[in-house]
T-cell receptor
Framework: AQSVTQLGSHVSVSEGALVLLRCNYS??????LFWYVQYPNQGLQLLLK??????LVKGINGFEAEFKKSETSFHLTKPSAHMSDAAEYFC???????????FGAGTRLFVKA | NAGVMQNPRHLVRRRGQEARLRCSPM?????VYWYRQLPEEGLKFMVY????????ESGMPKERFSAEFPKEGPSILRIQQVVRGDSAAYFC??????????????FGPGTRLTVL
């Protein structure tokens, strides 16, 4: 079975500071992992995905995530936060069989001026 | 290049009424997924459909909820005799292929259902 745990329901950073959003997963098969962003009253947009190729994955808007098998983690980072990054971020794992994606509870990112 | 479309964007129903939520997948996509998002929670999988077939409905409540994806037209999520606990955002996603774990799902903007 697969599951995802996002540490911290809310994260606040100053504009220009490092963004670090934590995600740990559990999977009985090699995981395929995703990060999505959701802006208020909108659907989810894919930021990046890990599919067993390079362990450091670069996504849109300057975000990247590193897959660490030994730590069962897939943390999302961005070197310098921008006000427009304020949103909710979801880590997700693709279930075995590929029929559904299992989402974490989400982390709301606040960016202070 | 239209993305996934959902309508209505907002739906208000009184307890006991029926709610119908529609989803048109991206052009060329024949796999549709429905998710429910309760306030302050992540998305929960409900059902996965291909044209005229329900492939996986393990996340659907056993009563009052049904889904279809006919040969022609949008996918429909139907909730009969709604209760206040059904108030949530319902998201539809589509993909070009199904059963492919790395395949990206493209999400619609969601329908926000409020039950009075």
């Amino acid at each position: 079975a697969q599951s995802v745990t996002q540490l911290g329901s809310h994260v606040s950073v100053s504009e220009g500071a490092l963004v670090l959003l934590r995600c740990n997963y559990s999977s009985s098969v090699p995981p395929y992992l995703f990060w999505y962003v959701q802006y208020p009253n909108q659907g989810l947009q894919l930021l990046l995905k890990y599919t067993s190729a390079a362990t450091l994955v670069k996504g849109i808007n300057g975000f990247e995530a590193e897959f660490k098998k030994s730590e069962t983690s897939f943390h999302l980072t961005k070197p310098s936060a921008h006000m427009s990054d304020a949103a909710e971020y979801f880590c997700a794992v693709s279930a075995a069989g590929g029929f559904k994606t299992i989402f974490g509870a989400g982390t709301r990112l606040f960016v202070k001026a | 290049n239209a993305g996934v479309m959902q309508n209505p964007r907002h739906l208000v129903r009184r307890r006991g009424q029926e709610a119908r939520l529609r989803c048109s997948p991206m052009k060329g996509h024949s796999h549709v997924y429905w998710y429910r998002q309760l306030p302050e929670e992540g998305l929960k999988f409900m059902v996965y459909l291909q044209k005229e077939n329900i492939i996986d409905e393990s996340g659907m409540p056993k009563e009052r909820f049904s889904a279809e994806f006919p040969k022609e037209g949008p996918s429909i999520l139907r909730i009969q005799q709604v209760v206040r606990g059904d108030s949530a955002a319902y998201f539809c996603a589509s993909s070009a292929s199904g059963g492919v774990r790395e395949d990206e799902q493209f999400f619609g903007p969601g329908t926000r259902l409020t039950v009075l």
